[in-house]
């Protein structure tokens, strides 16, 4: 049979919706068409839903000597950053020293808890717990607010109170006043408490964990696994159970974004969202294909961050790697990078990621990771697809990818099937970079490609007979945006 002929049995497998995310749990054959059994380094294009090479990151701060950066929170007020190192330290900088000599990175203080620091913003700036006394930074000092409780285990805002827990007890401050922590029975707008779930367990083991927003409720959250809901205002306080068995890892892995609450255990990622019915909590846990993957999260260490710019849940891993919910398409991914990953935080236009010893910042159009230092390395990336195979046999005729890259120079990309005995050559771009004088428009905060975005193709024909076919692409050094793979066979005896 010649290659261009056509037989009754020809069929086209096309490769290029993967909106179905990762799917770790079961072998490739079992997945379903729209899913990925790997997936690092893509991302969906947010205007296609295309898989693309995701960004990389420049370095844009280096930490001082012997200092190693644990948390870090941003102050939108005063326009700076505080950082927490691994000796309980505080520092205000503007992440602007690539030197690392200290001169941007000035000592404010240190937190008087044992605990992971939370922060929220508040008036002059920001509000920091630890689980000692509510510390206060102000923008121009860090103080201990001494009014506060002994112990002040998480801080949440809310209705124009700040609220703090511990143990199995809820307080809100005054209205509007950060000092007020005294309960006055006749006057409704100072400080008042109320306890969740009051005796439920052993020493510790029902204590409060997170407290979010959900609507115009609040949510509670426990280490014994139940989830409270507390509705309206003070004295008309109503107080819930809504799930129970949710297990959180730590303290820092709950997020809240528009409609929902999301809360990460040891192997699952809940949804928390509102329903029609009598207005009741309904939690979903939306992980079940990819919860083998959390066996590797670091019990004390592991955060999880809603990164509003990008729409995506991020859930820090050991080493380097990091586990991505994308909120639009509601599928899971996977990043890598050279080092681990601290903490995230944003700022008003950008994503930064707190290393060790250093800040960088995410970049479209870069294809680095930690680029601006000794350390980077390029962002290669990698693809399982579904397997597909036959009663009998497949006999693949042609391959043939359509794709869109990001540069002209490329180590190496392909697409590899028949366990690694086809290999589908992807070439680098054909049209070379536009000069700049060739552009007119402002490329001051253009974050557009300045390689044009053309679509091309590349085919390979061959005979080679199999019951079944897997498919993987992987790309060294080689950005790009995947639109299809097709796949030319026929079923045969």
Known sequence: MRLSSKSEGDRVIRRG???????????????????????????????????QTSSGSITIFKAPANVNLTDCFYDKINNIFIVIDSNR???????????????????????????????????????????????????LELKTIASSPAVCNGVFVKNGRVWIWYKYTLVSSGVGDEENWTD???????????????????????????????????????????????????????????ARNINILNRNCYTA????????????????????????IQPQNIAVNINNLFSDLDIEETKMVFIPILNQIWITSRGGNVIIFDVTFRAFLQREFKSRVMDLVTDYFSVLLVKADKVTRLMNGVFYDELYSNTATPVNWRITAKTDT???????????????????????????????????????????????????????????????????????????????????????NAPLMINKIDSDLVEVG
């Open 17 to 51: 919706d993967f909106h179905g995310g990762l799917n770790t749990i079961t072998v490739p054959e079992m997945i379903a068409d729209n899913q990925l059994a790997e997936c690092v380094n893509m991302d969906f294009n947010k205007s296609t839903g295309a898989l």
């Open 257 to 280: 974004i528009q409609d929902g609450v999301f809360i990460l255990s040891r192997d699952s990622l809940f949804y928390l969202q509102t329903t029609q019915n009598y207005g009741d």
């Open 390 to 476: 036959s009663f009998y046999s497949y006999l693949l005729k042609r391959v043939r990818v359509a794709y869109v890259p990001f540069s002209d120079t490329f180590q190496k990309a392909d697409v590899i099937m028949a366990k690694g005995k086809i290999e589908v050559p992807i070439p680098e771009g054909k049209i070379k970079e536009k000069t700049i004088r060739e552009i007119t428009t402002n490329i001051v905060d253009d974050d557009s490609y300045i390689f044009p975005n053309e679509t091309q193709f590349n085919t390979k024909w061959m005979v080679y007979r199999d019951r079944s076919f897997d498919m993987k692409a992987r790309g060294v």
């Open 184 to 242: 006055t029975s006749s006057d409704d707008s100072t400080s008042k408490w109320i306890d969740v779930g009051y005796k439920e367990g052993e020493e510790g083991a029902a204590d409060i964990v997170g407290v979010t927003a959900l609507s115009s409720d609040i949510i509670i959250i426990k280490a014994d696994g139940k989830i409270y809901r507390l509705t309206g205002n003070y004295p008309n306080w109503n107080l819930l159970e809504v």
């Open 89 to 139: 330290n505080i520092y205000k900088t503007h992440l602007i020293d690539m030197v690392g000599d200290g001169t941007d990175f000035v000592r404010i203080g240190s937190l008087n808890g044992d605990k992971k620091p939370m922060a929220v913003m508040w008036e002059y700036g920001l509000l920091i717990a630890s689980g000692g006394k509510l510390q206060y930074w102000t923008g």
